[in-house]
């Protein structure tokens, strides 16, 4: 259960600075691979692999699901939603610029798009070994998580990671609520032995290779389910706009008319997880 539980969870939108993704025909050695439509969904699969269809079918999925509740963050995403599965974990990771090994505990990253005029700024690359230990119900989390990213422009946000990921979370539990408690569980069971995180997550706690991903995720969803639930949805919008943007915590409270500092705003997260824990 941990492990699908970091890999629902792990899906990160920002790959390494220092090595940017390359795209496929840049990768060492190509790979054939079969590209397959349904709806706003495109599949580029491993020939290998035999499953392009269905893989397109579930980025066309992921993307009704998350389109009214990204709305008011992303009024402009045209909801087309690109998925490269590679045969291999080892490709993923030339792929997504990590290096070899670091990322099995990823199950997806989002990545600036290829240079093919009327592509989609951002992609969607599956990590095939983890992607395929996932249920049903977990790939599905997992592609509407990335497509979040992809919807709001993840990889240009100002926003800090607990934020950008949040959000992602954020909208893909909203899609699918049946997963929220397996997703919850290790962070509430946390707080009833220890208490609340002493603050939210900074951006060291979300690379790929940090111990205890699943609580940190869950940290960061449960910041931003904090505002839709004791404010509005709206608010949060408001809020991740905001960020996004480029202005902190403190004046982003502000403008949604919700905690008016950050100290405030980590003050009501931290007794809503104490409630939540019911502690
Ligand atoms: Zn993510």
């Given at each position: 259960m941990a492990l699908a539980l970091g890999l629902i969870l792990a899906g990160c939108a920002k790959t390494p600075a220092a090595s940017p993704p390359v795209g496929p025909s840049q990768a060492g050695t190509s790979e054939a691979v079969v590209v397959e439509r349904a709806g706003r969904g495109t599949a580029i699969v491993s020939a290998a692999r035999g499953d392009a269809g269905r893989w397109a079918r579930l980025a066309n999925t992921a993307s009704a699901m998350i389109a009214t509740r990204v709305a008011g963050v992303a009024p402009a995403w045209s909801g087309e939603l690109v998925v490269e599965v590679p045969g291999s974990q080892r490709r993923f990771e030339q792929m997504v610029g990590a290096k070899p090994g670091s990322y099995g505990q990823i199950a997806?990253?989002?990545?600036?798009?290829?240079?093919?005029?009327?592509s989609p700024a951002e992609r969607i690359v599956v990590n095939p070994v983890a992607a395929d230990k996932l249920s049903d119900l977990g790939l599905a989390v997992l592609l509407a998580h990335e497509a979040t990213h992809v919807a709001t422009n993840s990889l240009d946000s100002s926003a800090p990671m607990w934020a950008v990921e949040g959000f992602a979370d954020y909208v893909a539990y909203q899609a699918y609520p049946q997963a929220r408690g397996v997703a919850?569980?290790?962070?509430?069971?946390?707080?009833?032995?220890?208490?609340?995180?002493a603050g939210l997550p900074g951006e060291e706690d979300f690379t790929a290779s940090a111990s205890g991903l699943g609580v940190t995720y869950a940290e960061a969803w449960l910041a931003?389910?904090?505002?839709?639930?004791?404010?509005?949805?709206?608010?949060?919008?408001?809020?991740?706009?905001?960020?996004?943007?480029?202005?902190?915590?403190?004046?982003?409270?502000?403008?949604a008319g919700f905690a008016d500092s950050a100290d405030a705003f980590e003050t009501g997260w931290r007794k809503y997880l104490t409630r939540l824990a019911g502690r």
């Open positions: 997806a990253v989002t990545v600036a798009g290829g240079s093919d005029p009327g919850s569980g290790p962070l509430l069971g946390e707080i009833r032995t220890n208490g609340p995180p931003c389910r904090y505002v839709a639930e004791t404010s509005s949805p709206q608010q949060l919008d408001t809020i991740y706009t905001e960020l996004d943007e480029g202005k902190s915590l403190s004046e982003a409270g502000r403008a």
